[in-house]
């Protein structure tokens, strides 16, 4: 019983057209040769656009404005990987691209478990249960991206393996 999973792939896109407005999306306009500087310029404060674009209705880290704002946090760091992903020395980066897969990792488990659905307030045990693993999780991906936004120069060791 999976429903609603073709509106998840589109959630991402919708909030890249939303935040293409603050902050931008696609693909790097320079060369993307690794140049540390430039990668951290232009994505610390993408994220920081992101992370500080949280909707008024969001307060618990559950609800329907709690998981726009998550899809919006994770679009961006998709962004990231993709780009990093492509860039040649990418194993220098790997404080990003563990960064970027845990929040994916998260967003997804966020989104799985129908975060959007959970209440403020709860009233039996189970509700309870999903309200603190839902509010969890947001929490987890808000301070992911917090702490990807310090993560984003390359390593000085190139990787041996």
Not at 11 to 26: H, K, M, R, S
Not at 51 to 70: F, I, L, Q, Y
Not at 101 to 110: C, K, S
Not at 124 to 141: E, H, M, R, V, W
Request: glycine share 12%; net charge negative.
């Amino acid at each position: 019983m999976r429903a609603g999973t073709g509106l998840r792939a589109l959630i991402p896109l919708l909030v890249c057209g939303f935040i293409t407005t603050t902050a931008g999306c696609g693909g790097s306009a320079d060369d993307q040769g690794g140049g540390s500087l430039e990668l951290e310029k232009k994505w610390h404060g993408r994220i920081g656009d992101a992370v500080n674009a949280k909707p008024d209705g969001c307060r618990a880290g559950v609800g329907s404005a709690c998981e726009t704002h998550a899809a919006a946090v994770h679009a961006i760091t998709e962004q990231l990987r993709e780009e990093v992903e492509a860039l040649p020395d990418k194993a220098r980066y790997r404080a990003t691209l563990d960064g970027t897969t845990a929040i994916d990792q998260n967003y997804d488990e966020y989104f799985g478990s129908m975060c959007a659905t959970v209440p403020e307030t709860t009233i039996d045990p189970a509700t309870t249960q999903k309200f603190a693993t839902c509010s969890g999780l947001y929490t987890t991906i808000i301070t992911g991206a917090t702490d990807l936004q310090q993560n984003l120069r390359p390593s000085e060791e190139s990787p041996t393996g």
